[in-house]
């Protein structure tokens, strides 16, 4: 059935083939795919891709090849199912593939590895090519092969590896890498990719109805809530989602409606995944019940407690200093909150909070610095003369609190997720800001090991004085070019600067420039080499 035709569709938006048309580069396998690029350019060796089934392995795979077929450069070969019964006939099938034509019997399999490896030299240093092995299905390589993979790798110059192997494998070969550690050591990039998060759950959907569709309105085409229920079902796999929209699209045309609803999604969720969804009963159940019992728990049990918020206004209740204190015969201890964060609070918020509870302080304490010292809280600032505050961002269309975070620290946790809300309490609530909203973010130091500081080499792109202007410049940074990040830092001599720099560092000078190289000339022209920082510079995000 043509279904897309009634829909105004060039062709069928939800097909489960690897087209490479249909790739969405969502923050996941977009990430994957710029580290694969990277590690196979600079000829590092071996790759390997886990993850679990329908979450995009073999797509990734098609995108890779896709990605370098136009270069006279690189070669890529690709194995499919590399089930072998022998060590010969694996060594046949590679030399069948790298020069394209079958060994003749009665060869040794001493004689095709030398043939293998003449053929390797020949292409990788004399004509300097990049020979690509790609490997899908990996769980189901035997133990023979992955030798035979070991030998090939010892390959090499003093430079790099001669043959560049890529594994895509599902979550049991994980198993096999702890059964070879001689092959497991030489791993280079090892990559665990994941199922989609809601956003890319919901541009994926969104994405692939806009590249089939004949109008400009294509996108309204599933509700956000209906969206909420086949990513809840699906759990972010892309072959599940596929596969559920297929059919989503399928009821929607027999029903004769025009647009995807809840109540469509959720009926169709059901019939595709019944355990998915009576687990989700169960536990939307369970969830109910538990409210139900703590709601007559609170009225009829006779507690008698009052609310203390330290400071007063509409959104006191989403601060993270809250507390409740509870009447009992003993006086509820207080601490001051320390000079330090009381400044801070002050100088964003004009308010001047008195005291919490000690418990609270202590609470507070701990998510910030890892300790339940009954020490004032001074988690921002070491010192007087470093700043209290890195800066802040205006909100633009498409920005995220979570995103931010982590291009300024490095990372998204908990820790900077609090901080960040404590010093926003004009922000009634950080998953959803509006356009224009202006977020502060406070300066939360650092302590990198010395082996970060003493060994790694970063490609700097450039340096800002401000925060603002360095994240407008991520906001500007192309898309498809390697993967960016700030990393705010202060000494003595300059002040509070923002190094935006490449988001992988090295262990030596040579990759940090090979990867220089990759860039575009734009930004490559004003980057640089940067291995020592300033003595006495203090770092505000995590340098891994």
């Avoid at 990719?193 to 109805?209: H, K, V, Y």
């Avoid at 470093?386 to 982590?406: C, H, M, N, W, Y």
Wanted: charged residues 25%; proline residues 5%.
């Amino acid at each position: 059935m043509d279904y897309f035709k009634i829909l105004n569709f060039k062709k069928e938006p939800f097909s489960n083939s690897p087209d490479p048309e249909f790739f969405f580069e969502s923050l996941e396998h977009l990430g994957c795919l710029q580290k694969l690029e990277l590690s196979l350019r600079l000829r590092r060796g071996l790759n390997v891709v886990i993850g679990d089934v329908g979450t995009g392995k073999t797509t990734l795979c098609r995108q890779l090849i896709r990605k370098f077929s136009g270069e006279e450069k690189v070669e890529t070969y690709l194995i499919l199912d590399p089930y072998f019964s022998s060590p010969l006939e694996f060594l046949s099938t590679l030399a069948g593939m790298f020069w394209r034509s079958k060994s003749g019997t009665g060869i040794s399999e001493w004689q095709i590895k030398e043939s293998i490896k003449e053929y390797l030299f020949s292409r990788a240093v004399s004509e300097q090519k990049i020979i690509i092995l790609i490997i899908d299905e990996g769980q189901k390589i035997p133990d023979f092969c992955l030798e035979i993979l070991r030998e090939l790798l010892n390959y090499e110059t003093n430079e790099y590896k001669l043959l560049q192997i890529v594994i895509f494998a599902q979550k049991e070969f994980e198993k096999t890498l702890k059964k070879h550690a001689n092959f497991t050591d030489r791993i280079n990039l090892y990559h665990l990719l994941g199922p989609l998060n809601f956003r890319d759950t919901r541009e994926m959907i969104r994405f692939r109805l806009k590249k089939v569709s004949n109008s400009s309105d294509s996108s309204s085409l599933f509700s956000y809530p209906a969206i909420w229920s086949i990513y809840r079902v699906t759990k972010g796999y892309p072959r599940k989602i596929i596969h559920l929209c297929h059919r989503i699209i399928l009821a929607l045309i027999m029903k004769n409606r025009s647009r995807v609803g809840w109540s469509l999604a959720h009926a169709c969720a059901k019939r595709v995944f019944p355990e998915q969804s009576k687990k989700w009963q169960w536990v939307a159940a369970t969830a109910l019940t538990g409210l139900v019992a703590a709601f007559l728990l609170l009225i009829l049990t006779p507690w008698p407690f009052k609310s203390q918020i330290p400071w007063g206004g509409k959104d006191s209740n989403r601060v993270l200093a809250q507390t409740h204190e509870v009447s009992t015969d003993t006086q509820v201890s207080t601490v001051k909150i320390s000079p330090d964060m009381l400044a801070l609070y002050k100088s964003t918020t004009g308010a001047t909070p008195e005291t919490l509870t000690k418990t609270s302080a202590n609470a507070l304490d701990k998510d910030l610095t890892g300790t339940g010292s009954e020490e004032p809280v001074n988690a921002f600032i070491q010192e007087r003369s470093f700043p209290r505050l890195l800066g802040q961002i205006t909100a633009k269309e498409g920005d995220t609190v979570g995103a931010i975070i982590s291009k300024i620290y490095g990372s998204l946790n908990v820790k900077y997720l609090k901080t960040v809300a404590f010093v926003n309490p004009h922000i009634n609530n950080l998953d959803i800001i509006q356009v224009g909203d202006v977020i502060n973010f406070p300066a939360i130091s650092i302590t990198p090991g010395p082996f970060l500081l003493s060994k790694n080499w970063w490609v700097q792109i450039t340096e800002k004085e401000m925060l603002e202007n360095a994240y407008q410049f991520l906001r500007a940074y192309p898309k498809k070019a390697l993967p960016a990040r700030i990393i705010p830092c202060w000494n003595k001599q300059d002040g509070l600067k923002f190094a935006i720099v490449l988001q992988s560092n090295f262990l030596d000078e040579k990759s940090a420039r090979s990867l220089m190289s990759l860039l575009p000339p734009m930004i490559a022209s004003s980057s640089k080499n940067l291995k020592q920082w300033k003595e006495g510079t203090v770092f505000f995000a995590e340098l891994m």
